[in-house]
């Protein structure tokens, strides 16, 4: 690929990550050594903070409690294993998502927007389908919709988080979701990175909430594609000085596992996959 035409910034990037060897990590999961971090950053960490836990109204809450907001709030991240706990949803939900991918319905994934939209498989690997739904929470197209009734009740669960957040939390206000299948293949990946930035002097509607469930039926150790989330969160103010950036725990895309995280704040990667297909499904709540 050529990278002349890059912004500066994601050039030096892409060029530490090639002539840089990675370093080995300890059993803590704090890299080794002097490497750079192989993260794409365009912009600085966002500096208004997402309040989950001030003024809640018990009364509304259903999937979450107080315990698990502020988890969500001071680590950045929550995990829900068993969140469908329906086999027969699962492996639907399996084979709809994959069918979607064997008749070519997936593309590519690139990186940026319009003309500065830019593609390399050593730095992001996975193939994407972006599933539009409407206010109403039907599938925008008909088609489309037709093929995956399964992932549109998964839609429906995930919307139920949106719509607690909004009524348990006060001023959560949430604009919208938008949702993205995406398929890794063999040898897969994609590196350090955070899924939004906003600040308090953007007018940019931005992520806060990324919410991914995985559909991995027969993932084992070995097999890779975990996803490593760097759980250094500016989100908490008052963590401690001493927390490392490099800091990370790598989560297992097991089937059934929806995890939750703060998108403006937690970086994260996917690491290579020795198997395929490796299958996730994204909301991000604006």
């Not at 938008?178 to 990946?189: D, E, M, P, S």
Request: with cysteine.
């Amino acid at each position: 690929m050529d990278i002349s035409n890059l912004p500066p910034h994601i050039r030096q990037q892409i060029l530490g990550l090639i002539s840089e060897p990675q370093q080995n990590n300890d059993e803590n999961g704090n890299s080794g050594g002097n490497n750079k971090n192989n993260l794409i950053n365009n912009e600085k960490v966002s500096n208004v903070l997402i309040d989950l836990t001030s003024d809640l109204k018990i009364e509304n809450f259903n999937i979450f409690n107080k315990e698990s907001l502020n988890q969500l709030e001071k680590n950045g991240y929550l995990i829900i294993d068993n969140f469908l706990n329906d086999l027969n949803k699962i492996n639907l939900i399996y084979d709809e998502s994959y069918n979607q991918f064997k008749e070519n319905k997936l593309i590519e994934a690139g990186m940026n927007k319009g003309t500065d939209k830019w593609k390399d498989k050593s730095i992001r690997g996975d193939y994407i389908q972006w599933i539009h739904r409407d206010s109403n929470s039907r599938i925008q197209d008909k088609d489309l919709s037709s093929t995956i009734p399964n992932i549109n009740y998964l839609l429906d669960k995930l919307d139920l988080i949106k719509n607690e957040f909004d009524n348990a939390i006060p001023n959560f206000n949430s604009i919208k979701t938008q949702t993205q299948l995406a398929v890794y293949l063999k040898g897969g990946r994609y590196i350090k990175h955070r899924d939004s930035f906003y600040s308090s002097e953007s007018l940019t509607i931005s992520r806060r909430i990324t919410m991914i469930y995985y559909i991995n039926k027969d993932w084992k150790k070995g097999d890779g594609g975990e996803l490593r989330l760097y759980t250094n969160n500016p989100n908490n103010t008052n963590q401690k000085e001493s927390k490392q950036l490099d800091e990370f725990i790598d989560i297992e895309p097991i089937a059934d596992r929806l995890l939750i995280f703060l998108s403006p704040f937690l970086e994260h990667e996917v690491l290579q996959c020795n198997f395929e297909p490796r299958i996730a499904i994204t909301t991000w709540i604006y």
